[in-house]
Structure formats: structure tokens, C-alpha cells
């Protein structure tokens, strides 16, 4: 199964993303749907709203009065706050019966409209934001809903801003061209990511890069790398582990492969052969087949013993790397990476041999054979740096 993410401003267009996605297969739980749902006549969530807000909030019938409601609660934040804090777990909950209810193939969409507002991006093996302008989201709401310009700068003003919601995004849908070409872009969404996605994730297959090709530095891979792992934290708690962002993308202005590499530290490789694997496997990172090692730093010495996870996501490859605390190999991705940061001019001789290298096209194996003595000389620098400045891991 894979657990899809949802959002966009009001006015943005996701109800017809969401609309479009079921049309191809998927199986849509609406968060504004289950919000009526929890407060509908004779329920524990109207009684408490009543409570809150008095009766102010029904209408003739006894029935919620959302209009009124949304008067009180879009112009006062903390109103605002209390009605989400009645109503945003009983949705949780609804959410979580309905998604174990799907089938296990399923491609699940949670339309949730503020998805980024209450963190709820990491639970998800993927989050769709859609945008629109401004101007464009205030004239579909006077069109489509009869808003006045008013309440649609008020609606919007209350929800994040465009560059929260990018901040979550991991496909970020543009609509502000006709409807064909929206639902242009989401079929390519469904056909080339979201239904490969899901095969991965429940057959635990992660992608793995080939040829190597390396990019020009992508200023996004940062914030890549903060949505990774987030969903890695959310995965493994409450275990409360160490994450980190290593080679080539975690470095300014150096080109790489485009594949975010992780270290996450664990206690020993007992613990990450255990319900570690298994966690993230869940969350779309499953386990490599197969033995990983590290070449020793001076060559010669015994291998260093490691675990390594890729990442379901055919868009995005990951190497996710599980060592353990205060090993060599531990030590030895962070001290390389924290050198190579702090010395631009060894940072510009790595990236001379990587375009060296990568110009003879090999496969990732034979690529990072390659470098090995170029690492083996340059470890020592790094020893030398990490003595001179008392850098510590």
C-alpha cells in the first residue's frame, strides 16, 4: 500500500487532482469529509464544538452551522486552535480505520488541506502539493463559491503560505493552465510514480542507480534530504537515532549523482537487523539485498561491516546507510564529509576526479572502486584537519 499526501491552498485546484487520481485507481479519504463526519448531529465532536463556541454554530435544524463557524474561527487564531484541536484527532482516527480497510495494493490519497500546517508530511510515503497564484485561487473562489474578495484574502491568509507547503512537497503540481493539462500531469504522476511506487514499497524493492551520471549542484537537495529524513524519524520512533546528510549532495556547490545518501546510527547491527528493517521497509526504505562494507581507512585493514537500504520511490534514489555508533565507518562519512566542507580546494580536486571518473561511464560499483586511492590519500588530510581544528563527529 502506499499512503499519499494531499494539499494545496484553498482555491489551488486539489480537489480535482483528487478527483482525477480516483478516476485512475485511487482510493481517497478527504479530511473536510471526515471533519463533517466527526461533527455531525448527535455526535461527541458536535457536542464539544457547541461547548466551545455555543449555539451560536447551529443552525434551525441543530445541525452545524459551518458558515457561522467559520465567521468565528478564520478571524480569531485562537478559536481557530480550539476547534482543531476537537476535531483534527477524531479525523486521525477515521483516517486510520479507513486506511487499513483498503486494500493492499492500494494507492491511498489523503486530501487533507492542512496537511503542512500540522505536520503531518513524514507519515506519508509521499506528499503532492498543488499551486496556483494568488490572483488565480482569489478569482476561482469568487467564480466557483461566490466568495467575496474579502473572505478569500482572510481563507488564504489562514492557511500556510506557498512556501511552507513547497517545504513538504514532494511533487509539487502547477495549476494554473486549462484542466486538460492538469490531468495531463497528474496521469504521468499515477503512471510513472505513484503506481511503480506502490509495487516497490510492497514487494520491498528499492531502486538502485546504474551508469553513473553526476548533476550540477541541485540547491534543493538540502530540503530533500529534510523530508527524507523526517519520514525516516517518523518510521523508527520512538527509537530517537541519529540522521544525517552524507556525500557529494550534502556539499555546497559540488556536483553529484543524483542520489541523496543518509546515515542513520544505530546501536549495533543486531538492532538494524531487527524491527528497525522492518520499520522502514514500511515507510518505502527497505533493506539492499546482499552484504555492504566500507573500505578501510588506511586500505589493508578489515572491511567495515554495514547495512544498506535504498528507497522505493522510482523518482528519488536513496542510499541509506545504517552504521554503527562510534565505528570507523561512522566516523569516516562524517569526518570526509565535514573536511571536504571546510576546504574548498579539496572539495574542487574531488570533483575533478568524479568528472574524471564518471566520463568513463561506469556502473556505482566500479565508480567508487576508483576513487578509493584517491580517499586513501585524502583521509589523511582529513586526520590532519580534524587534529589542527578538534573537530569531533
Not at 43 to 63: H, I, M, N, Q, Y
Not at 331 to 353: E, I, K, Q
Amino acid at each position: 500500500m502506499l499512503r499519499v499526501g494531499l494539499t494545496g491552498g484553498i482555491g489551488s485546484g486539489k480537489s480535482a487532482v483528487a478527483g482525477r487520481l480516483v478516476e485512475r485507481g485511487a482510493i481517497l479519504i478527504d479530511a473536510d469529509q471526515l471533519a463533517r463526519e466527526v461533527v455531525a448531529p448527535g455526535t461527541e465532536g458536535l457536542a464539544e464544538v457547541v461547548a466551545a463556541f455555543s449555539d451560536r454554530v447551529l443552525d434551525a435544524d441543530g445541525a452545524l452551522d459551518r458558515a457561522a463557524l467559520g465567521e468565528l474561527v478564520f478571524a480569531d487564531e485562537s478559536a481557530r486552535r480550539r476547534l482543531e484541536a476537537i476535531v483534527h484527532g477524531r479525523v486521525r482516527a477515521r483516517t486510520v480505520e479507513l486506511t487499513a480497510a483498503a486494500p493492499a495494493d492500494a494507492v491511498v490519497v489523503n486530501d487533507v488541506p492542512l496537511l503542512a500546517e500540522v505536520g503531518l508530511a513524514p507519515t506519508y510515503h509521499l506528499v503532492v502539493v498543488v499551486q496556483a497564484g494568488v490572483h488565480i485561487r482569489l478569482a476561482r473562489l469568487a467564480r466557483d463559491r461566490g466568495m467575496s474578495r474579502a473572505e478569500a484574502q482572510r481563507r488564504i491568509a489562514a492557511q500556510a503560505d506557498d512556501a511552507r507547503r513547497a517545504a513538504v512537497a514532494d511533487v509539487l503540481l502547477a495549476n494554473e493552465g486549462t484542466l486538460d493539462d492538469l490531468h495531463a500531469a497528474v496521469d504521468a504522476l499515477w503512471r510513472d510514480r505513484l503506481v511503480p511506487f506502490e509495487d516497490n514499497v510492497r514487494h520491498r524493492r528499492a531502486v538502485r542507480a546504474g551508469r553513473v551520471t553526476l548533476v550540477e549542484p541541485n540547491p534543493s537537495w538540502p530540503q530533500q534530504y529534510a523530508r527524507l529524513a523526517d519520514r525516516i524519524r517518523h518510521a523508527i520512533a520512538p527509537a530517537d537515532l541519529r540522521i544525517d546528510h552524507i556525500g557529494s549532495t550534502a556539499m555546497t556547490g559540488l556536483a553529484a549523482k543524483d542520489v541523496i545518501d543518509i546515515q542513520l546510527s544505530v546501536p549495533s547491527l543486531a538492532d538494524a537487523d531487527g524491527v528497525l528493517a522492518e520499520r522502514l521497509a514500511d515507510a518505502g526504505f527497505p533493506r539492499l539485498p546482499g552484504d555492504w562494507w566500507d573500505s578501510p581507512r588506511p586500505a589493508g585493514g578489515d572491511r567495515w561491516a554495514k547495512r544498506l537500504h535504498g528507497n522505493a520511490d522510482p523518482a528519488r534514489p536513496v542510499h541509506l546507510h545504517l552504521r554503527v555508533t562510534g565505528s570507523p565507518g561512522w566516523r569516516y562519512a562524517l569526518l570526509m564529509r565535514d573536511h571536504l566542507r571546510a576546504d574548498p580546494d579539496r572539495r574542487a580536486a574531488y570533483l575533478v576526479l568524479k568528472r574524471e571518473l564518471a566520463a568513463s561511464a561506469p556502473d556505482s560499483g566500479a565508480y567508487a572502486t576508483a576513487k578509493d586511492p584517491w580517499f586513501d590519500e585524502e583521509h589523511l588530510r582529513a586526520e590532519e584537519w580534524a587534529a589542527r581544528t578538534g573537530w569531533r563527529p
